[in-house]
């Protein structure tokens, strides 16, 4: 297969088969929590990402278009809400155990959650029209950045055990470091390619 034929027709497909599989694990994770509203949001994401898949399969004229959507949708919805989640479940545990953060480590995290809202606006942006996310997007990713580089550089990438036998906080930390990277990376090569591909 041609570098073109999949670049046009590989990547969104893959890309639709990731996000139906991370939704629906993230719907079976919430209904098991009872999290009932929780479980129907993500089954109608995985949802969405299936139709994605079949007019993708299909190559129906609206398949380009709905996928372009569709992708920069669930970068921006997967970064808002990995450091939305990470942050909050933080903040959580320090004032549960008597310590809440204060000054510049409060004022990172506020900044952070601030963030995490600015890439949900460009969620719902892009899903109007994609080039209206990118900016948000970034912006969003700039004020939650200062405290997730801090995380990644904290993190033990190179302890071999703990990436092999990661406890749930610390699948939800590089989930958000990396989500935040990726959206960062995504609006940016948006950005620099060519006009049609913002239409």
């Known amino acids: ?12 497909l893959l890309f639709d088969v990731v996000a139906v599989l991370v939704s629906s694990n993230a719907a079976r994770n919430a ?3 009872r999290g009932f509203l929780w479980a129907a949001v993500f089954a109608l994401i995985a949802s969405a990402y299936v139709f994605g898949g079949i007019l993708h399969i299909t190559r129906h004229r609206l398949a380009g278009p709905l996928n372009r959507r569709l992708c ?30 204060s000054g510049w480590p409060r004022l990172l995290l506020n900044a952070s959650l601030i963030g995490s809202l600015a890439l949900g606006v460009a969620f719902l942006a892009v899903l109007v029209k994609p080039r209206y996310g990118y900016v948000p997007a970034l912006v969003g990713a700039s004020l939650s950045a200062p405290y997730f580089a801090y995380l990644a550089w904290s993190l033990p990438w190179r302890d071999f055990g703990w990436l092999v036998t ?21 609006s940016v090569f948006q950005l620099c390619t060519r006009k049609d591909h913002l239409s």
């Open 1 to 12: 297969m041609k570098w073109t034929t999949l670049r046009g027709f590989g990547w969104p």
């Open 31 to 33: 209904l098991n929590s």
């Open 72 to 101: 920069a949708g669930g970068v921006y919805l997967f970064a808002a809400f990995t450091t939305a989640v990470t942050v909050d479940d933080l903040m959580y545990l320090a004032e549960a155990g008597g310590q809440p953060y």
């Open 166 to 186: 990661i406890p749930w906080d610390g699948e939800l930390q590089v989930a958000g470091v990396l989500s935040l990277a990726t959206a960062v990376a995504y």
